[in-house]
């Protein structure tokens, strides 16, 4: 028999040693055994021991004793063998409140390693330079200085400490040391910007390469920032919010419900990120459910199943884009495999007839390997949903109070504000984070971002351009 998911990845994250059979022959040959054992080694190193399996916000979490890691990609083949993996770091959910002593002491070897210039790599162990060398880390802190500026004050948060620069905040999550005092894990959050006001924000934002779009605005006022926002770019999975605008509208009308349900199938199911693909064919599952799973998780497969059930053409009205692809459709179209669709899908260009027979085929069209995604190329970025910032404002403001909308408060801190409603999107070259915020005083803001470049997208620096944003917003 097959193994589960939760069984597979238990076996994966537990052994001594990798097995190539747990693994199906093109995923090895994307990422070799070697490279796949190396890697969960210096994850151990970071993390110390694996504890168990667990589940945060719908995704598998690998608790480890000093950290997690969340599982945003894990199919299994019919013979329960990893097709592919995606995993991003967790929250620490064995971490303890850290005493005073703790908290002073983790002071006192922050100020002592960045306290000077250069870094003193020597405060790091040889455990810890094996896996980040010395003259990255000298790289990384000295891009860090430069866009945070002078050090001024550390702090203890709630989830380590805050060092506090001339120009933001920069969180440390896990710091500690070994018997010989010097530093044995090291780890550090995406940056806060500090603006002086929102014309100081927006210039930041304006001075990034490629193309940005940036859109702040209370609700029924005149935007505090419009940025190219009129501008259509790429946003990634932020389309969905179309979606669930759409299918709202549908329910208040009385033509759907909450629990109308939808049968899986096979033919439906799309790639990560999410798990429905995963599901056994015939399962069914209501459409409060596929909403929550499609916003909560970004899950694809959910994704596809409601915009079959309310109508592309609705949800193409409320994004203003013609013929947009399902998610199945938009990887299909960048299997490597499908070239030729992909040339017809381009052959066809403003002509919506012509891109919705394309479309239909894609419909049914080899799917690539989830690895694919993962190589960090550029695909087909033609082949995506172009919208503005200001459409996307205008979305969000439909479906904010909805619960789904308020289960990931993405960048903000939900501590900062009375309520914070987001939905997000990515691919590589294609980044937008779109947050609702209202405040402790009552005012409600929409912050719409949109970043695409051929370039890589430095994207700590966009978050913490963004965190600087809803700062100053709070």
């Known amino acids: ?29 994307q990422a070799p055994l070697a490279t796949i054992q190396a890697q969960l080694q210096g994850i151990a190193a970071q993390y110390g021991k ?38 991003v770091a967790g929250p620490n959910p064995n971490m303890q409140t850290l005493t005073p002593e703790q908290e002073q002491a983790g002071i006192q070897v922050l100020q002592k390693l960045l306290g ?26 000295g891009a860090l200085r430069s866009q945070l500026g002078a050090l001024q004050d550390i702090q203890a948060s709630e989830s380590g400490w805050d060092i506090q620069f001339a120009g933001g905040t920069l969180p440390v999550t896990a710091l500690e040391l ?30 990034l390469g490629g193309q940005v779009s940036l859109l702040v605005q ?24 179309g979606i669930l605008s759409e299918l709202q509208a549908q329910v208040k009308a009385g033509k759907l419900n909450w629990t109308d349900q939808i049968t899986l199938l096979d033919a439906m199911k799309s790639l990560p990120s999410g798990t429905l693909q995963d599901a056994p064919a015939g399962t069914q599952y209501t459409l409060q459910d596929l909403a929550t799973r499609m916003i909560r998780d970004s899950d694809n ?25 399902s998610t199945r459709e938009f990887f299909a179209l960048k299997n490597p495999a499908n070239l030729e669709l992909l040339r017809a ?22 799917l690539p390997s989830a690895a694919l995604f993962g190589e960090g190329k550029t695909l087909a970025r033609d082949v995506e949903w172009f919208v503005s910032t200001e459409r996307l404002c205008r979305l969000m403001s439909d479906v904010a109070a909805l619960p789904e909308m308020q289960i990931n408060a993405g960048v903000a801190n939900k501590n900062d504000f009375e309520r914070v409603s987001y939905k997000g999107g990515s691919e590589v070259g294609v980044l937008n984070l779109t947050t609702q915020v209202t405040n402790k005083a009552g005012k409600t803001y929409c912050v719409s971002a949109t970043w695409n470049d051929a370039a890589p997208l430095n994207e700590a620096e966009f978050l913490g351009l963004y965190a600087g944003v809803l700062a100053l917003l709070k």
């Open 116 to 141: 000077v210039e250069p870094l003193d790599t020597t405060m790091f162990s040889p455990d810890f330079l094996q896996h980040v060398s010395a003259e990255d880390l000298k790289q990384s802190f």
């Open 1 to 29: 028999m097959a193994l589960t998911q939760e069984q597979a990845l238990t076996r994966l994250f537990s052994a001594a040693e990798l097995q190539a059979e747990w693994f199906t022959p093109e995923f090895l040959k």
């Open 345 to 366: 899908y381009r052959a066809a260009g403003l002509n919506v007839a012509a891109r919705r027979d394309v479309l239909a085929q894609a419909a049914s069209a080899p």
């Open 178 to 207: 070994d018997a010989q005092g010097q530093i044995s894990s090291f780890r550090i959050g995406a940056p806060s910007f500090k603006f002086a006001n929102i014309e100081e924000a927006q210039a930041a934002f304006a001075a």
């Open 50 to 87: 694996f504890v168990r399996m667990a589940t945060l916000q719908g995704h598998p979490q690998a608790v480890y004793e000093r950290g997690s890691l969340i599982v945003t990609s894990a199919p299994l083949d019919s013979q329960g063998r990893l097709s592919s993996f995606g995993a």
């Open 218 to 241: 209370e609700a029924g006022q005149a935007p505090l920032v419009a940025l190219n926002s009129g501008r259509l770019l790429g946003i990634g999975s932020a389309f969905k919010l």
């Open 301 to 325: 497969t959910a994704t596809d199943l409601l915009l079959q059930k309310v109508g592309r053409e609705g949800v193409e009205a409320r994004l203003g884009q013609s013929a947009i692809p």
